[in-house]
């Protein structure tokens, strides 16, 4: 592995100009009016695939936005590697607090500041680039490689399901690869092997017919803020616990070794609390705050809204009032089980003063690795090389629906090999990235190609 | 009587085309685009007030809106009554929902149609017309009579209470006479002797100091929503009584008579739920509507907000949540104390995982007219005659602030003889009001200045 490592070591600086060039392009993929720029990112990425050594690279159209295939197959009897990233991005509101402009990267202190540099694009190019210092040291890679780059990640996924479905073949592969998660700490190498699962519902309460006056019906009719208020109070025991019958009943117990795991990763409580300037945490009673953000379910108030909300006063009942709730699921609990209920308990707990509409918005299900797979085991191994210290391994809070579906529909399990640091503002104003992680993300992956092809 | 009353029954179409005069002043306090339509509309009630056969009219500047003021002393040793009333009004958003133009007036199965019409344009002007009608058919009145017709009634009556604390003299009189309430039904007169009073607060909750991911973060740090719902929950117990600690303790409790008078009423909790259109009512256990809505205090969500409030699914967790919550009041509580016990409650339920902030945004103080006064009786045997059917005495449960203030300064009890309907859409659009009740309301205050002269 010498000389490829030596190779991406000396290619640094012209792997961060081709890395700004891709995040000039404005791939923002819930707005209309960067549609062309979406087109014309995809085939910069097709381009990037192609040079890179694809032999065969193609974007599929889709209602959407274009997916980027690519695929070498010159390793016969080798495993096959799909290679899953994205070249959407988010929005760039609130322009302002921008320090630069989010389409024109800018580097100060090792790090690249531009809008996709952490979420995708930066942690996607990273296996591109190993991909390329293979053809180039050795004129091959020691497996199978496979690239799907879509567009909609930051919208849903919502075409790439069906084209999965659709594109079974095409997509067959012993081992997903998907770098866009974070590392536990800057330097550490990590791989994420748990994402929770979601449920995202909407309840509406619908009272009198129209606004009252609160003087001249306050007392005699159900107020829909106040019951709203209720109903999500009853929704936690006071151990922290979700009340909603059966909702713990899939979850499976977390097992000795990942609890050693987590303790051995000495989680600050006082940081975390000090990082979000609040007193003291809280959550589920006899839980540790990892335990409580990585395998515990949760149900969380997402939003709420009812009457009057301007400055000032006005003595207002409101006719309704509504409220998005959503829950983090964990293995095996499954989101339309879980979404019906949730239904089920909202509605037997709304007093008859008022009237209760219940919608299922979303769902995504949960998914675990064993750490024992095989390209789990490769994936620790190699980034262990590159970063020179122990991997660690971790689960996360959030949710990644697509690695669910490419467990179900491939039936090949994920390695979430990150190389983000969740303090890099995705989503967010000033999103960067580590330049010294895109070079070790490279190296890792490198490595990785070597590994698993063992 | 006899020709007073024939002559206000003869001069009910020149009364009604006054009043569309009047109507067409687009007098809207709040809007500064209309400063100059104020002006004009103090101006026109100072010539209708001169016409009437006031001795003194003059027009009093503030810092806001103009306050008309009119006397005629002519009868030393008769009683003096004080008659408030306003000439501005609310806005008229939203315009698309109005039938016919809101300064336009339209005529139509024998109610006028236009903002102001019974709020309280149609109603302040019947006491010009009797005063004129004595003046015109005796050449004097039996008592002495002020008015004070004030514009900023539907701001808040910002500059009232300073402008009558300044002018006590002027102002002094034995009662004061407001037309600014509702019938019972149409056709029944009714004397409004008690009002609820306001003590209106604003609860904002901050967790994290910025918007969280509700999957990296959710159940590990408090969420101001459900922390926020969590208190409101706390603030009625299961027989739907409010729990902030000494909240009941000055409330008076109702009268043997005052029960007997509700009950007589016949009030009919199956058609009021069926206008609202709600299932079942609901309130403080072991009271009925008439005194959950009169004579007992309550505690209602006037507005809240906090999170992602938009269309479809967005996974946060908000920093900060707040709501509005006003309680209304009955005599003998005082706003200042009762605001005081809600914010030492509130600090007390809200846990150490997040901070809470409670604003007292305005109060307003109950009142209560003993109902042996010699005014309200006079009242009473007024519109007796008028209407041809016994009066009957209701509480309000909204406010009206100023007449705790005449009460506090002038030390003059309030007659509240209103000649409106809940249902004339006073606030909304299509305001309107009885054109049989604006003549019966002309000849019941003629009776008024005859009774209380006695």
């Known amino acids: 592995m010498e000389p490829i490592i030596e190779f991406i070591k000396s290619n640094h600086d012209t792997y961060v100009e081709e890395l700004k060039t891709f995040l000039r392009f404005p791939s923002i993929s819930t707005l209309q009016e960067n549609n062309e720029d979406m087109k014309n990112c995809a085939a910069f990425v097709a381009d990037k695939l192609k040079g890179a050594g694809m032999s065969r690279v193609e974007i599929f159209a889709t209602e959407g936005h274009p997916i980027v295939y690519g695929e070498w197959l010159g390793a016969p009897g080798k495993p096959t590697v799909l290679i899953y990233g994205h070249y959407d991005v988010q929005p760039v509101d609130p322009i302002e607090l921008w320090n630069s402009r989010p389409f024109d990267p800018v ?6 500041y531009a809008r996709g540099a952490t979420d995708d694009k930066g942690q996607m190019y990273i296996h591109i680039k190993s991909v390329e210092a293979y053809f180039k040291v050795k004129g091959s890679l020691p497996l199978n490689v496979k690239f799907i780059i879509e567009g909609e990640e930051e919208i849903g996924s919502e075409h790439l ?17 998907i770098s ?3 590392l536990y700490e800057a330097g550490i190498p990590t791989i994420t092997y748990g994402l929770r699962g979601l449920a995202y519902m909407e309840v509406e309460i619908v009272g009198p017919n129209k606004d009252l006056h609160s003087g001249s019906f306050g007392g005699a009719v159900a107020n829909p803020i106040n019951v709203l208020a209720e109903i999500i109070a009853k929704l936690h025991d006071k ?3 979700v009340t909603i019958p059966n909702f713990y009943d899939d979850v499976l117990p977390l097992t000795k070794e990942e609890k050693q795991n987590f303790k051995a990763l000495n989680f600050s409580d006082k940081k975390f609390a000090k990082e979000l300037e609040v007193k003291e945490l809280t959550g589920e009673a006899n839980f540790s705050t990892l335990e409580r953000l990585w395998v515990r379910p949760t149900l969380d108030c997402n939003g709420i809204i009812g009457g009057f909300t301007g400055k000032g006063a006005k003595t207002v009942i409101a006719s309704r009032a509504s409220a998005k709730i959503s829950m983090r699921l964990v293995p095996n609990q499954d989101p339309k089980k879980i979404a019906k209920s949730f ?3 909202i509605k037997s707990i709304t007093p008859n003063s008022v009237t209760v509409k219940v919608s299922d918005l979303h769902g995504a299900h949960p998914s675990l ?4 797979g095989k390209a789990i085991k490769a994936a620790a191994v190699s980034m262990q090389k590159a970063f020179g210290k122990k991997t660690v391994f971790m689960r996360e809070g959030g949710s990644i629906p697509i690695v669910a579906t490419f467990q179900r529909i491939l039936k090949a399990p994920s390695v979430l090999m990150g190389f983000g ?9 000033n999103e960067h990235f580590s330049l010294t992680h895109f070079q ?5 992956s490198a490595h990785f190609f070597e590994e698993y092809s063992k």
């Open 107 to 112: 580097i100060k202190d090792d790090k690249i």
């Open 161 to 177: 399901g069906g084209f999965i479905q659709q594109h079974k073949d095409l997509l067959k592969c012993d081992s997903v690869l």
């Open 180 to 182: 866009d998660t974070s």
């Open 239 to 241: 151990k922290g616990r």
């Open 343 to 345: 239904t089920k308990y």
């Open 369 to 372: 690795s064993p750490l024992t």
């Open 421 to 429: 640091l969740n303090s890099e503002n995705l989503h967010s104003p």
């Open 440 to 444: 070790l993300g490279i190296q890792s």
